[in-house]
């Protein structure tokens, strides 16, 4: 019975929470590899675009919940993010065709859009605390959860109950829809082969009659969709700050990089491998290590090898040894 409680309390506390944080930042991990491997640069840009996205959609969020409509049991956002997509996709358009489009007719080198994207940054920052306000933003309704911790305990008669937020589902089950749908779009689509062929070798790709405008175009659409994904199914599963997005631009690029630049099977490989770190390392073992040991062995204190405070840390701490062991991560850098 005490093995079962562990598991249980494994499962409520790392596994879960993991499993939708990392489906999180494999989404957002997608849009910045995406970026890297047809545009030739490191967007810094692509948190703040998360974060506008889901402001959006929060905007129309609203809006419907003013008029009465609902989605059921599930969160109304759902109904709210193809306007998000659709609004930021002109956005991140208008931003290419004035600012990332010079610089590329100039042939700059990719440093050069990396600091320009950094001024993106702070533009797209600045305008989503201007409109929304710089606050936590509530905009879930629906269900809270599938699974309550006191339903459990009664089912099961376990002392350790598992509650399943309907919002981790939701992540899950639209993190896996999404990246369907994108690899089929890279991989059986006359547009998604231009990218993977324009990705590969540029001046071949020119050569054979590819628009490069028009795969410009496409890409960032992809990943205008990808941040409004990311960022509305992060939101709604923890909270909506214009700052926090900014600051899960570290371990979003942190994922891109373990799974290799470039690659989109190592962006979710990677994304998840952020997730289980920095939850395992945060998390205080001490229940699940309660119910596991014998008496006199049970831990006196949290048996936390980290501060929640410092989850962050334990991204840039990854990152640093991927870069100096295996610069190219684990799928090395394949192109798209």
């Not at 004035?98 to 600091?115: D, G, H, S, T």
């Not at 062929?197 to 050569?207: G, H, T």
């Not at 008496?295 to 990854?318: H, N, R």
Request: net charge positive; charged share 10%.
């Amino acid at each position: 019975m005490d093995f079962l409680n562990a598991l249980v309390a494994l499962a409520n506390f790392v596994f879960i929470p993991a499993i939708a944080y990392g489906s999180q930042l494999a989404l957002g991990a997608l849009g910045v590899t995406l970026i890297y491997g047809i545009l030739r640069f490191s967007n810094f840009a692509h948190g703040d675009t998360m974060a506008i996205g889901t402001m959006f959609t929060i905007l129309v969020t609203w809006g419907l919940q003013a008029l009465g409509v609902s989605f059921g049991p599930l969160p109304t956002a759902l109904l709210a993010i193809p306007f998000g997509i659709v609004l930021t996709s002109l956005l991140v358009l208008g931003t290419d065709r004035l600012v990332y489009r010079f610089y590329r007719e100039q042939k700059a080198k990719p440093v050069i859009l990396v600091i320009v994207s950094m001024g993106v940054m702070f533009i797209y920052n600045g305008l989503t605390r201007l409109i929304i306000g710089p606050g936590d933003q509530n905009f879930a309704d629906g269900e809270r959860f599938l699974i309550s911790a006191r339903d459990f305990k009664t089912m099961t008669g376990l002392d350790e109950g598992l509650a399943l937020k309907s919002t981790q589902a939701i992540t899950v089950v639209v993190a896996i829809l999404v990246v369907a749908l994108l690899f089929w779009f890279l991989n059986h689509t006359r547009t998604g082969k231009s990218m993977r062929a324009y990705s590969d070798n540029e001046d071949l790709a020119l050569l054979s009659g590819i628009n490069p405008e028009r795969v410009v175009m496409v890409t960032w659409i992809i990943v205008a969709a990808l941040a409004v994904v990311a960022g509305t199914l992060y939101g709604l599963d923890k909270s909506f700050k214009p700052f926090t997005y900014f600051q899960i631009l570290l371990p979003i690029f942190a994922s891109a990089i373990v799974g290799g630049l470039g690659s989109p099977l190592g962006a979710i490989a990677g994304g998840f491998i952020i997730a289980f770190s920095e939850v395992g390392i945060t998390y205080a073992w001490k229940k699940v290590l309660t119910y596991m040991l014998p008496e006199s062995l049970e831990p006196s204190g949290l048996v936390q090898l980290l501060s929640t405070d410092y989850k962050f840390a334990v991204s840039f701490v990854i990152l640093i040894i991927v870069l100096l062991f295996r610069p190219t991560g684990l799928f090395k850098g394949k192109s798209v």
